[in-house]
């Protein structure tokens, strides 16, 4: 069962995006939320997600630095930033902290779906 953890400081985009999550057969039990990116890194442990979902722009700490805090505990956790930040400077800064894939909101469901199948999740 996939374990999600998803930072995003929009309550209400928290939950369109747990909404499309259900939708792709992802259990809300296994859905950890954030409102920022400081709680974000602090509900974050090695093994203990299979896939993070962050937002750019968030109080605290942004998206980027959410990345590059969980890059410094594992190398291997996919995780896919979705955001409204969809110009190439913007996309290539995540990619150099670490981002495994990057989703311009708003978005499909089935745009998030490939984004997860094509991670095995």
Known sequence: M?????ADDSGIMRKI???????LGINEDNISEAGDG???IAAFSPG??????TDWNM?????????QAIRQQDAAVP??????EGERRRVLEAIEAGVTD???KPFESDAL????EKHGC
């Open 59 to 67: 109080p605290k700490k942004s998206g980027l630095e959410v990345i």
């Open 79 to 84: 995780i896919i930033m979705i955001t409204t």
């Open 2 to 6: 996939t374990r999600v953890l998803l």
């Open 113 to 116: 779906r490939a984004k997860l």
């Open 38 to 40: 400081e709680s974000a």
């Open 102 to 104: 990057y989703l311009v």
């Open 48 to 53: 203990g997600f299979d896939l993070v979902l």
């Open 17 to 23: 995006i747990i909404r499309s999550l259900l939708s």
